[in-house]
């Protein structure tokens, strides 16, 4: 499937280049089709410039069946590619459109929480639930005996919120373990907007490619992976742009 696409480079790592409407007919066509084990991640700048640094890491990230244009600085630094991407699809997205599609179809949704993550098990769950009227299951990650639990023998659709690289590689060495999964997704801290723990950037803000901006507002301490995705990240982008 993933010949189908338009895609662009960015500094190594393979982003798809879809419209909105095209990324919600994959997704819908995925589960609907009942292909098992669909392997999609959201590119965002510090994504792609830790996949530049780790070129184990890069590989994993162009194995998946679907990578997303997540972050402003991707689509902008694509103009300078020769395959200028059409559109944003950030993580809340993907998570907000699976979620809305497995209420309909009453599709067992899984997310898989890192011990180290803001937002607990229960406050996500509750998040979900308040949000969308649907229960989804979020369980805490700690080792191989997570594979046994019945939240991860039935689940069709699976959310990792481990954050980069580690949700990413998670899926590329587990996914087959998870035996009805048909969409698996690195999503970062996406669930702590969902659980209320955080607040996301208005749209103006994210229209004007400011997102960054309103996150360091909220998490100062955030301040050197900012960086990494403000400056550092356009800077390798632009000496590497020849690059294919």
Request: contains cysteine.
């Amino acid at each position: 499937m993933r010949s189908e696409f338009e895609r662009t480079n960015i500094i190594g790592v393979r982003v798809d280049n879809l419209s909105k409407v095209e990324v919600n007919n994959w997704i819908k066509n995925t589960l609907d089709d009942s292909p098992e084990h669909k392997f999609v991640t959201t590119i965002n700048p510090e994504i792609a410039l830790k996949a530049h640094r780790d070129k184990k890491y890069q590989e994993v990230l162009n194995s998946a069946d679907l990578n997303l244009c997540d972050g402003f600085g991707i689509k902008f630094i694509s103009r300078f590619k020769g395959g200028k991407i059409s559109a944003r699809y950030t993580g809340v997205d993907l998570v907000e459109y699976v979620l809305k599609l497995a209420k309909e179809k009453n599709f067992s949704v899984l997310v898989v929480v890192s011990r180290k993550s803001l937002s607990a098990p229960q406050e996500i769950e509750r998040g979900i639930a308040e949000r969308l009227n649907f229960k989804a299951q979020a369980k805490y990650w700690d080792n191989e005996d997570f594979f046994q639990s019945e939240e991860a023998k039935k689940a069709e659709i699976v959310f990792v919120n481990f954050g980069a690289p580690h949700q990413e590689n998670f899926i590329f060495e587990n996914r087959r373990k998870f035996p009805k999964a048909k969409i698996l997704a690195g999503v970062g801290g996406t669930f702590d907007f969902l659980a209320g723990k955080m607040k996301r950037a208005p749209r103006w803000t994210r229209n004007a490619g400011l997102e960054w901006f309103w996150r360091m507002l909220q998490e100062p301490k955030r301040m050197r992976r900012i960086a990494n995705a403000v400056v550092i990240f356009p800077w390798v982008a632009l000496i590497n742009r020849k690059n294919k």
